[in-house]
Structure formats: C-alpha cells, structure tokens
C-alpha cells in the first residue's frame, strides 16, 4: 500500500509566524487528507483536498496538491500555541477503500 | 453528540489472556477502521469495514480479528495477545463505503501487554 511521507519531521516556530510542511507519495491518489492529532488523543481531519482540486483553504489553513509530482503541502499562517501538534497525511488510492498515512510532522509554536 | 467511542480507554494486560476493544459510532456511518500507531511508524490500518458484514485486511492484521455484525458497532479481538501488539489503537468511521471522505476518530484505547 501506499503511504504518505512528511516533510519536515519535525517544525519549531515562533507564535505568529507560517508553518509549512510537505507531504509526497507514490501512486495514483483519489483524495489527500490531512490530519491533526495533539498529544496522544484522536486524530482531528482538517482539510480533505480530492485529486482533481489544486489547492483548498480552511481558516487559517491551506493546502496545494500536486498530482504531477505526487505532493501536497499544508501551510498554516500566524500560527497560534494552540496548533503546537503532530500533523498527519493520509492518501486515499483509486480502488483501495483504505487510508494510507505518513509517519506524522511534529509542529512545536512557542509562545 | 456525533462521536466514536472506545472502550476501555486503558488496558493492561498479559501475554495471551484474550481481550475485545470496543468501538461504536452514533453517526450512521458505513464505513469503520481499526488503526494502531506506533512511534516513528506513524497509523498503520489493522482491519477496515465497508459495511455490515464486511470487513477486510489492512497493513497489520495479524493477530487481531473484528466483527461488523451492526452497523455501529465494530469491536477488535485479541485472541492471544503478545507484547509486540503493545500500542496505541484508534477507531475511525465514515460515511460511505469508501474513503472518500473524512475520517471520525475515536480517544484511542492504550494496550500494554506484558
């Protein structure tokens, strides 16, 4: 199966300023995903961008797809303590009826 | 309120002794999932469901079993539990069959087999 892949692993910024992280994957997709899980507990969906989209905003968030190059970014602008979290893609391939997720993305916001 | 429950919340148990996590979901949701999240290997997918009575193979199924015999329900078996099944394990429902859309997870259920 596939799987998502992020990039940076890990993120620290100051309060205010633009997170962005990555994320790329292997074979053709139906939908990309992107999740937000803080500590431990359940994972959040943010934003569920479908292969024929290029970009889509949520708030502060927005997300790019691009099926060229088999990649996706999530940019989160003035960011917040509150955002301090572990994000996640998740690729939806044609016919899998399963979600594929990347080993996660640790954004740090300091205060 | 629309949610996934999980129960138990925590679990400690020892190498073998048979143990159900639950999973039920108020959403009328098709679609349930069994994750398990490990560090540095992020969500792997246990087993997933795309209805009543469905049920198939994710990445990791070994050494678990599931049942969708309603719809909300969709609880995940232990037969014999052994230390590497330690882990963090989430529940997730959608609506339709498919993963077209977004994913409701459940607090997860901590396992730890000694």
């Known amino acids: 199966s596939q799987q998502g892949e992020e990039d940076p692993q890990a993120l620290s910024i100051q309060e205010g300023e633009n997170a962005t992280m990555n994320c790329s994957y292997k074979t053709s997709i139906n939908n990309l995903q992107w999740y937000r899980q803080n500590s431990g507990r359940g994972l959040v969906h943010l934003i569920l961008?479908?292969?024929?989209?290029r970009e889509k905003h949520s708030g502060r968030l927005r997300v790019t797809l691009d099926t060229s190059k088999k990649s996706s970014s999530l940019l989160i602008t003035a960011s917040r303590a509150a955002d301090t979290a572990s994000y996640f893609c998740?690729?939806?391939?044609?016919?899998?009826?399963?979600?594929?997720f990347g080993k996660g993305n640790q954004v740090v916001v300091i205060p | 309120e629309a949610q996934v429950t999980q129960n138990p919340r925590y679990l400690i148990t020892v190498t073998g002794k048979k143990l159900t996590v639950t999973c039920s979901q108020n959403m009328n949701h098709e679609y349930m999932s069994w994750y398990r999240q490990d560090p540095g290997l992020g969500l792997r997918q246990i087993y997933y469901?795309?209805?009543?009575?469905?049920?198939d193979k994710g990445d990791v199924p070994e050494g678990y079993k599931v049942s969708r015999k309603e719809k909300r329900n969709f609880p995940l078996i232990l037969e014999s539990p052994s230390p590497n099944q330690t882990s963090l394990y989430f529940c997730a429902s959608s609506p339709g069959q498919g993963t077209y859309n977004e994913q409701f997870f459940g607090p997860g259920t901590r396992l730890t087999v000694l």
């Open positions: 961008i479908r292969s024929n989209e």
């Open positions: 998740a690729t939806d391939a044609w016919g899998n009826n399963r979600l594929a």
């Open positions: 469901s795309m209805n009543v009575e469905v049920t």
